[in-house]
């Protein structure tokens, strides 16, 4: 699978958006962006996948560049709830999630 | 909707105890997996099981570590004898099929803490 590359932190002001930036280079034809966010002491939590088209959900959208080597997560209206660590993983279907360190986000007042 | 089941959330022993984590997937689902959570190694994947049998096991650090899964809606990961090293946080996630692009869906995890 195709790996990723985040920042290791961002910082983000309630209420406004938060786009979160991904670069998979080495993405194949067959590989889905995933992401998930993991709150402090939860499970991960899944959030949101595409393939090439833009896709938006109840908690975000993503969008993936036209050649898909890399993708952003928005966050619309950022709470303070939506403190986490933000990870984007590829991968083809079959294949394993495999979590790098993501993005530590944190939503201030 | 149920989501994935851990039990127990926490346990604390001494080294040298049998220690058992349990998982329920979601009803469903025929892929499950084992993940292990360190501050040094990040979430590692130690095993995984398709239709209840374990399909990657190259994950699981040593011997001492071993899984099952009886049936669709359990799964068990025992580490035997315990050591202090093995103090991790441990998910369990699963999905509707492993060749699926549906995403996994994760427990909260059980907090190990061996003495």
Redesign the interface.
């Known amino acids: 699978d195709a790996k990723t590359t985040q920042p290791p932190s961002m910082d983000c002001a309630e209420g406004r958006a938060a786009n979160l930036p991904c670069n998979h280079s080495t993405i194949s034809g067959n590989e889905?962006v995933?992401w998930?966010r993991q709150i402090h002491?939860?499970?991960?939590?899944?959030i949101i996948?595409g393939?090439k088209n833009n896709e938006t959900n109840e908690m975000a959208s993503l969008i993936i560049t036209e050649d898909r080597k890399s993708s952003t997560l928005i966050l619309p209206h950022a709470t303070l709830r939506d403190t986490a660590v933000y990870y984007c993983i590829v991968k083809s279907?079959?294949n394993?999630?495999?979590?790098?360190?993501g993005t530590r986000v944190l939503v201030k007042p | 909707d149920a989501g994935v089941i851990q039990s127990p959330r926490h346990e604390v022993t001494e080294m040298g105890q049998e220690v058992t984590l349990r998982c329920k997937p979601i009803s469903g689902h025929n892929s499950l997996f084992w993940y292990r959570q360190t501050m040094m190694r990040g979430l590692e994947l130690l095993i995984y099981f398709n239709n209840n049998v374990p399909i990657d096991d190259s994950g699981m650090p040593e011997d001492r570590f071993s899984a099952k899964m009886p049936n669709a809606s359990f799964s068990t990961l025992k580490i035997q004898p315990s050591e202090p090293r093995d103090s991790a946080v441990y998910f369990c996630a699963s999905i509707t099929d492993r060749d699926s692009n549906q995403p996994q869906h994760f427990g909260d995890g059980t907090r190990l803490s061996i003495l």
């Open positions: 889905y995933y998930y002491s939860q499970g991960p939590q899944y996948h393939l279907a079959g394993k999630l495999t979590f790098g360190g």
